[in-house]
């Protein structure tokens, strides 16, 4: 298997493993948060349930494997980087976490990975704490708020403060960039007279037929106040 490691190292995880083993199932065995526990090779000596359940494991496959293994093939460098860091300086005070770091499940899966790691030295050595979880659902509401801020919710053109993050962008980087101002006059007549339905459904419409005439690197906002 991928997963083992030469005898000697086995043993010395298996040794640090049962040192650690008591201290783990009092700290973290049975938290609903993803734990797990390596050491200065990256070598995992407990995790628990949690964490197993995270990768789609069982929980007796976690001792003695590398900790690499749980994320992408792309991300491993990283992960291997922050470690050794960890290991020059004594400690992971400073250091910051890396982000977009892939977990990878057994059944071959990936999802955004939430890291959190502590550190602390014991006989000498370093013994990494790592609060593991999936950061997918949190990322996809964070960009949906995104949206949200910058978007005119009736018609799904960029509102005011989209247009002006258009603006600033397009001042450093496209100098020759245009801006065409269109005002519909007498629209309050409209809603007046026949409605905020029918003024809704206008404003959508000038909205769809103005996108369907503009370029790819054009942008198109409504810049309402209301």
């Not at 190292?9 to 049962?18: D, F, K, L, N």
């Not at 990768?55 to 291997?80: P, Q």
């Not at 007549?189 to 037929?209: C, S």
Request: charged content about 25%.
């Amino acid at each position: 298997s991928v997963y083992e490691i030469f005898a000697p190292g086995r043993q010395r995880v298996e040794i640090s493993a049962e040192q650690s083993r008591g201290r783990f199932e009092t700290y973290a065995q049975n938290s609903p948060t993803a734990v797990a526990w390596f050491d200065e090779r990256g070598i995992i000596v407990a995790w628990n349930e949690a964490a197993a359940a995270l990768f789609g494991h069982d929980l007796t496959v976690g001792v003695g494997r590398s900790v690499e293994t749980l994320v992408a093939a792309r991300d491993r460098n990283t992960v291997r980087d922050l470690i050794a860091r960890a290991v020059v300086a004594g400690s992971v005070d400073g250091l910051s976490m890396p982000e977009g770091i892939s977990g990878l499940r057994k059944d071959g899966s990936e999802f955004l990975l939430g890291l959190s790691l502590f550190c602390w030295k014991d006989e000498g050595r370093l013994t990494f704490n790592a609060h593991l979880h999936d950061a997918t659902g949190r990322l996809q509401k964070r960009a949906e708020l995104h949206r949200l801020a910058y978007t005119d919710l009736l018609t799904g053109l960029s509102n005011r403060m989209g247009f002006y993050r258009r603006m600033e962008d397009a001042l450093l980087h496209q100098p020759d960039a245009m801006v065409l101002m269109i005002d519909l006059d007498g629209f309050k007549e409209v809603n007046d007279k026949l409605g905020h339905l029918t003024g809704d459904k206008i404003l959508y419409e000038i909205a769809r037929r103005l996108m369907d005439i503009a370029a790819p690197q054009d942008a198109v906002s409504r810049n309402s106040v209301y």
